[in-house]
């Protein structure tokens, strides 16, 4: 177990390995999902071919008029990752060698943003793409640089708010930063540093307080006092308004608080992690897609309620301590 202590007799303690991942006592899978599963691959395995043979080498994010928009703006460079992963999957899920090797070249064009400073997005990047390709070989040099990229993460710290700030501004706190908070976690387990598992630890324990409100929906953006580290409002630069839970963010919460429970073994982790779920359901009911924004404390005025559907949430955040492998 790593652990550390500091002067205000804080422990912080990091697992040995994390908790496993288990589905719920009873619980079977239908045949019917099977069957939808298989057509989903399959639908996959088609369009990562197709994107990759057409464009080699890119990472499109977004479509214009129904096409890859490769050479478009793009506000952040987060994504990157998520290809690299998919090819991973579609590699391990078919055993075609031609899939492989695209996963591995995908993931090598990444690899010198294990330095990247610039933004708070380095799980996104290395953990679908180096740490499956470490599982995939045993290759602990493929661990180094998960490793690396979580020590970089970790050099956003503010010690006076004891959050890891956003790429947007150094008072920024992001929701989204619980999705990439498991790759400190990670880099504390194998190095047993205990200042990473101090980081991941505290950053954590700070959105729970700032970002997640009573009823479990959560803000997207906590603003703080750069002099003296003090959370000052919650805010918005993706939901509806400043009050509104996001719901792409909602997914975010109920991921990072079940990958801290699952490396700490923190019931607080646990707790905020089935109350941000808790308000998902209560709000997304039988639909399956969530709505795109889940009315927190007040109403929105019909005349400016937004579109009633969003995208679904990402593979793996629902419920926030099941991960798909």
């Given at each position: 177990?790593?652990?550390?202590?500091?002067?205000?007799?804080?422990?912080?303690?990091?697992?040995?390995?994390?908790?496993?991942?288990?589905?719920?006592?009873?619980?079977?899978?239908?045949?019917?999902?099977?069957?939808a599963a298989e057509r989903i691959w399959a639908t996959a395995e088609t369009k990562v071919r197709d994107l990759v043979t057409r464009h080699p080498g890119r990472f499109p994010l977004y479509t214009e008029n129904g096409q890859w928009a490769v050479d478009a703006e793009a506000w952040t460079n987060w994504c990157e990752?998520?290809?690299?992963?998919?090819?991973?999957?579609?590699?391990?899920?078919?055993?075609?060698?031609?899939?492989?090797?695209?996963?591995?070249?995908?993931?090598?064009?990444?690899?010198?943003?294990?330095?990247?400073?610039?933004?708070?997005?380095?799980?996104?990047?290395?953990?679908?793409?180096?740490?499956?390709?470490?599982?995939?070989?045993?290759?602990?040099?493929?661990?180094?640089?998960?490793?690396?990229?979580?020590?970089?993460?970790?050099?956003?710290?503010?010690?006076?708010?004891?959050?890891?700030?956003?790429?947007?501004?150094?008072?920024?706190?992001?929701?989204?930063?619980?999705?990439?908070?498991?790759?400190?976690?990670?880099?504390?387990?194998?190095?047993?540093?205990?200042?990473?598992?101090?980081?991941?630890?505290?950053?954590?324990?700070?959105?729970?307080?700032?970002?997640?409100?009573?009823?479990?929906?959560?803000?997207?953006?906590?603003?703080?006092?750069?002099?003296?580290?003090?959370?000052?409002?919650?805010?918005?630069?993706?939901?509806?308004?400043?009050?509104?839970?996001?719901?792409?963010?909602?997914?975010?919460?109920?991921?990072?608080?079940?990958?801290?429970?699952?490396?700490?073994?923190?019931?607080?982790?646990?707790?905020?992690?089935?109350?941000?779920?808790?308000?998902?359901?209560?709000?997304?009911?039988?639909?399956?897609?969530?709505?795109?924004?889940?009315?927190?404390?007040?109403?929105?005025?019909?005349?400016?309620?937004?579109?009633?559907?969003?995208?679904?949430?990402?593979?793996?955040?629902?419920?926030?301590?099941?991960?798909?492998?």
């Open positions: 177990m790593t652990t550390t202590e500091i002067t205000n007799d804080t422990t912080y303690r990091i697992l040995p390995t994390p908790i496993p991942l288990v589905l719920p006592h009873g619980y079977t899978v239908s045949e019917a999902f099977h069957v990752g998520f290809l690299g992963g998919q090819l991973w999957l579609l590699a391990q899920h078919t055993g075609d060698s031609w899939f492989r090797r695209q996963a591995e070249e995908y993931s090598t064009h990444l690899e010198g943003r294990k330095d990247d400073r610039n933004v708070h997005d380095l799980n996104f990047l290395f953990w679908p793409t180096w740490r499956r390709w470490y599982e995939a070989t045993g290759d602990t040099s493929k661990n180094d640089v998960v490793v690396h990229a979580g020590r970089t993460l970790a050099m956003r710290f503010n010690e006076r708010g004891r959050y890891l700030r956003s790429f947007l501004a150094p008072e920024s706190l992001f929701i989204d930063i619980m999705m990439n908070v498991g790759i400190i976690f990670h880099s504390a387990q194998e190095t047993g540093d205990p200042d990473l598992a101090r980081i991941a630890i505290e950053h954590c324990l700070t959105t729970r307080r700032t970002l997640v409100r009573g009823d479990g929906s959560a803000s997207h953006e906590g603003i703080f006092d750069l002099d003296t580290g003090q959370f000052l409002r919650q805010t918005t630069q993706q939901g509806w308004r400043d009050d509104a839970s996001w719901a792409r963010g909602q997914g975010w919460a109920m991921y990072g608080f079940g990958t801290a429970y699952r490396y700490t073994g923190d019931r607080r982790f646990l707790d905020t992690a089935i109350a941000c779920a808790d308000f998902y359901r209560e709000r997304t009911g039988d639909r399956l897609v969530p709505p795109m924004i889940g009315r927190s404390h007040r109403q929105m005025p019909p005349s400016r309620a937004p579109p009633p559907r969003s995208p679904p949430m990402r593979s793996g955040s629902w419920p926030g301590w099941f991960r798909m492998r």
